[in-house]
């Protein structure tokens, strides 16, 4: 896509922290932060929505849910399976889909936003 900034960072049109980057997927960190740790992971192929995907799409979709608690643990807010009652690590893991979802690029990503409860206080 000619005019998609996601597509544009993609191919390093446009310059990003990149965090991650193999040939299906691009990791780089929010520009507009909405917490100590929010980065994007990114296919490069373009894909408008989470409600685009189809079974062609599961083993990309598998891909980006994987990689999140990977490069969550390197940003430093993973989490260790079991770990629950230790009181801290962790992350949110979003794909905003549609205008009600409050997607604003279309081209598909997985928001991982955490740091030491940013959430803390909303629902
Ligand atoms: P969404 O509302 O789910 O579509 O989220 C889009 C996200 O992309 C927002 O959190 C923006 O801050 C982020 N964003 C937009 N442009 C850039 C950019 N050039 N580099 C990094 N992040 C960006
Ligand atoms: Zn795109």
Redesign the pocket.
Known sequence: ?TD?I??KIAAKQIPSRTIFEDEDLIAFHDINPAAPVHFLIVPKQ?VATLADCDESHADLLSKMMLLAPQLAKEQGCGYVAGEQDAGSGGFKAQFNTGPDGGQEVY?LHLHVIGGPRPWRGQR
């Open positions: 896509m998609c996601f597509c373009h081209h």
